[in-house]
């Protein structure tokens, strides 16, 4: 079989037209310059693309002879001189349109297109399915952060900021832990004349504290401690006098300043709440769950519930709140009352199906309209008082009343100075338990 790349015979037409550069066994050379051959116009599919590359084949696929067919695209290629003997098998002087398939690719990729070793094709990248997953998953969660984000400021926005902190006399010096003044008010300010007689509150003018509560948070357990509002108390520049009418004197801060000089204990936040408030912000939580242990009927609170576990709206929660006159322990046990309805709004409002649903937290931003803080807190500072109240939420923390002597609301100095004296040193956890009582009764009398 002839060689294609050394054609020996002397019949051959390659070898005489071409034997100088083949040789033809008498190593001949032209005898004038080489003529110059007009090559065929390639022509190519329309559209003008040139023609797809083959696909790659394998090396070890044996050399086509002259005359045989080569491979069709998607069969092996040879060693990338199909292209070269394609042409031969047509007319050396005529070779084929696209020079042959190139070799389909011999060692690596598709051919040139013209007799080469094609080269391998790059691989399309592809998308990592994490990131994918990051995009679907990450986007609706920066959305709904926004959202809240945006709602929760706004309601922070709409919360009056007012001074507390005693400008006269001497303060405790700074304690550890953090302890917050926590105070309901009897104010009417705001309630339109079909509300007050939705919530019986009267017409009374004037502002006094139905419920006055210290949080204590720190190292140790979270502590709330109720002081009835009738105990009494030395009243700076009033004498001795019911604790709640330091406020109706000179409001949030001489209410501190009673608190911190009969305590010890230093102030450290202030937060506000007034009737109308307190019934919209229960309102805006979805209701409170209440479980008064008889039936209740007060027509001067408004109040007519049985007894066992039920939820409340606003209007029920704030009359649960303020009755007094049904219970044999009356205002003692008002506060128990308070601490309930406080602790309900606190397990709504710190519910992740509350705080992640911006409908929700939009009904919950108008009970922020009764709200009233400490001037200096900020967003940060509401956020973790919100902390500190969901231990009491979740039933975490120690709910206690000041300890007092019979059932007056005169206060047992040395067990009350005795629970004082672990909340300065913040060291909840060692006050002894027959020392904190719901109603500040020893158990002894409670049972």
């Known amino acids: 079989m002839p060689n294609p790349r050394n054609p020996g015979s002397p019949n051959d037409p390659r070898s005489q037209q071409y034997g100088w550069a083949y040789g033809n066994g008498q190593h001949a050379q032209p005898s004038g310059p080489e003529p110059t051959n007009v090559m065929p116009t390639v022509r190519r599919p329309s559209g003008g693309a040139p023609p797809p590359a083959p696909p790659r084949g394998g090396y070890d696929r044996p050399l086509p002879q002259p005359g045989q067919i080569a491979p069709t695209p998607g069969q092996q290629g040879g060693y990338g001189n199909q292209g070269y003997d394609q042409g031969y098998n047509q007319d050396w002087s005529q070779p084929s349109e696209y020079g042959g398939n190139g070799g389909n690719g011999g060692y690596g990729g598709p051919g040139d297109g013209y007799g080469g070793r094609g080269g391998r094709q790059p691989k399309p990248k592809k998308r990592h399915p994490f990131r994918r997953f990051v995009a679907i998953v990450m986007i609706p969660v920066l959305i709904l952060v926004g959202a809240v984000a945006w709602i929760g400021i706004s309601a922070w926005n709409k919360v009056d900021k007012v001074p507390y902190e005693p400008t006269a006399g001497e303060r405790p010096a700074d304690q550890p832990g953090t302890t917050y003044l926590i105070v309901a008010s009897d104010s009417r300010e705001g309630l339109t004349a079909e509300e007050k007689k939705k919530l019986h509150t009267g017409d009374a003018a004037g502002s006094r504290t139905d419920t006055i509560k210290l949080l204590h948070t720190g190292a140790g357990k ?226």
């Open 222 to 447: 979270t502590i709330v401690v109720t002081i009835p509002r009738d105990s009494p108390v030395d009243v700076p520049g009033h004498g001795t006098t019911k604790i709640n009418a330091a406020f109706a004197y000179g409001g949030p801060e001489l209410l501190t300043q009673t608190i911190e000089q009969n305590t010890g204990v230093r102030i450290d936040g202030y937060v506000e709440i007034g009737m109308g408030g307190l019934a919209r912000l229960v309102d805006g939580v979805g209701g409170v769950e209440i479980c008064p242990k008889q039936d209740m009927k007060d027509p001067l609170a408004g109040l007519d519930i049985e007894k066992g576990c039920q939820e409340a709206d606003g209007a029920t929660a704030l009359a649960y709140a303020r009755s007094r006159h049904v219970e044999s322990t009356g205002d003692l046990a008002r506060g128990v009352n308070q601490t309930e309805v406080i602790s309900g709004i606190g397990k709504k409002m710190t519910n992740p199906a509350t705080v992640l649903n911006p409908f929700k937290l939009a009904e919950m931003g108008k009970g922020a309209e009764g709200l009233k803080v400490g001037k200096g807190m900020s967003v940060i500072g509401g956020a973790k008082f919100a902390w500190a109240f969901k231990a009491l939420a979740g039933g975490s923390a120690m709910t206690c009343g000041v300890p007092i002597v019979g059932m007056s609301t005169q206060w047992d100095r040395e067990r009350a100075l005795t629970m004082f004296g672990h909340i300065k040193e913040d060291t909840v956890d060692d006050i002894p338990a027959d020392l904190c009582t719901p109603t500040g009764l020893p158990k002894s009398v409670t049972g």
